[in-house]
T-cell receptor
Framework: GQNIDQPTEMTATEGAIVQINCTYQ??????LFWYQQHAGEAPTFLSY??LDGLEEKGRFSSFLSRSKGYSYLLLKELQMKDSASYLC??????????WGAGTKLIIKP | GAVVSQHPSWVICKSGTSVKIECRSL??????MFWYRQFPKQSLMLMAT?????????EQGVEKDKFLINHASLTLSTLTVTSAHPEDSSFYIC?????????????FGNGTRLTVT
């Protein structure tokens, strides 16, 4: 099947670091995206990984291990505005997107 | 800045009427646009792929006669919800890849919240 697994909800403290994990089916892979979606809004693009390793973009970093079918999104120096859902999205061999259900991140003061 | 514009942001209509939602690519030509639907607390669900100059490709379970898609130009795709019913109330979002390539990230319109009374 085509499954994206990510935690349903996570809670973290303002100023801390949080890692959101995602696993996917390794057959048919053309990249892994992370999107941020605030409640009631459209998703916004955060990162794209197609090769193994860590991609850093300011406070956000994304990691990929293709052999393990594993990715994570790392958020540093958490701010209250980071409270949102984070969507892990796999692009398959046909360039179709497979969406995870999202991880709701709750930031507490 | 925004690369995809969607209109209207929200609409309330009566059951049985039709509603048109527009999706425009700004400053680039989108041969392909995507339409998603999202129910509360659920992930995005792809409804259809809109192809300029040809028929849209609908996902399984999506009624093509109910959700009419027209992609008449390289910068505009429209989704018309025909004979809307309360169960069609949802958040509809369009997107396009930019830069235009298979592996480019999707950029989304702001979405349209449809409420059918």
């Amino acid at each position: 099947g085509q499954n994206i697994d990510q935690p349903t909800e996570m809670t973290a403290t303002e100023g801390a670091i949080v890692q959101i994990n995602c696993t996917y089916q390794t057959s048919g892979f053309n990249g892994l995206f992370w999107y941020q979606q605030h409640a009631g809004e459209a998703p916004t693009f955060l990162s794209y990984n197609v090769l193994d390793g860590l991609e850093e973009k300011g406070r956000f970093s994304s990691f990929l291990s293709r052999s393990k079918g594993y990715s994570y999104l790392l958020l540093k120096e958490l701010q209250m505005k980071d409270s949102a859902s984070y969507l892990c999205v796999q692009m398959d061999s046909n360039y179709q997107l497979i969406w995870g259900a999202g991880t709701k991140l709750i930031i507490k003061p | 800045g925004a690369v995809v514009s969607q209109h209207p942001s929200w609409v309330i209509c009566k059951s049985g009427t039709s509603v048109k939602i527009e999706c425009r690519s700004l400053d680039f030509q989108a041969t392909t646009m995507f339409w998603y639907r999202q129910f509360p607390k659920q992930s995005l669900m792809l409804m259809a792929t809109s192809n300029e100059g040809s028929k849209a490709t609908y996902e399984q379970g999506v009624e093509k006669d109910k959700f009419l898609i027209n992609h008449a130009s390289l910068t505009l795709s429209t989704l018309t919800v025909t004979s809307a019913h309360p169960e069609d109330s949802s958040f509809y979002i369009c997107s396009a890849s930019f830069p235009v390539s298979d592996s480019s990230p999707l950029h989304f319109g702001n979405g349209t919240r449809l409420t059918v009374t």
